[in-house]
């Protein structure tokens, strides 16, 4: 990373961070859903843009991490923080036990496997008493939005810094290879399932934090809104969207579609639920590698970079 390039995202975090000293509540809140979003975008790059895998099923992690909270907090009277390693114990374990056999699969087949284990735990955790059963859980309200976005920034920085990691460390190197031709990454003695689940589980254990930020800061919890599978959709609309395998993309892509659809919903409500099928359409055809390509890559081809990507899917 060059010296320009640091200071550009220290000053940025840096904004970020005063936001709620100058910010109203409205911004604020519409802060701690982008931030979350960003988390939940750069949790799945992980899993989808350096391993290879497009997970369907990271929503599970959201919902685990969002119930080890509010099981820990209304049932057993925990601390928050405590809530919050609970959520991540049972995301990881969760990685574990179910990384082994589904990430044996590849492509769609891997896909369509993620996409059903959301409907099988939001069935599971509407069976089980101490999660509330299908009525849900209320967590005691703590009316401090300003927390609540601190602790989502710094999240943030977390899971930012972890890809940022990957991008150096002999773990992250391997998850490229397995990315990039997984039978001649076994060959070369990346031990790939180990590594695999090791991505999963990590991924895993970020989106969990994010669940249990946003559990203790809407208060109310149900199987429906813990395990939404477009939760799933919009992480990997916007990590596409700004660029998969990429430390910055997911970032700037939750960033800028969050604020877009923001103003969409709040003028054309109708328009807004469109959104997000538009982009992932437009991000496939013109820019497949997302906005962090297009920054790359449009200073040397300019617009024939759209064009080459339109005629490479012959439209």
Known sequence: MTALRLGFVIVVAAVLAALPLFGSDVIIQFGINALLLAVLAQSWNIIGGYTGYASFGNSVFYGLGSYGVAIAMVQWNLPFAVGMIFGVALAVVFAFLLGVPVLRLKGHYFAI?????????????????????????????????????????????????TVFWLTRSRFGFGLIAIRENEEGAAVMGVNTTLYKVLAFALSGAITALAGGIHAYWITFLDPDSA????????????????????????????????????????KVTNVAG???GVVVVAAVVLMPRGVADVVRQFRKSGWRYFAENLKAHRI
């Open 227 to 266: 395990f939404d599978i477009s939760l799933n959709v919009k992480m990997i609309i916007m990590a596409v969207f700004g660029g998969p395998g990429t430390v910055f993309g997911p970032v700037l892509g939750a960033f800028v579609l969050s604020a877009i659809s923001e103003i969409l919903s709040s």
């Open 274 to 276: 469109l959104f997000f």
């Open 113 to 161: 496997a993620t996409l059903g284990l959301a409907q099988v735990m939001s069935a599971i955790v509407s069976n089980v008493s101490v999660a509330g059963q299908n009525i849900g859980l209320v967590l005691p309200p703590l009316n401090n939005d300003r927390l609540f976005y601190e602790l989502s920034l710094v999240l943030l920085i977390v899971a930012t810094l």
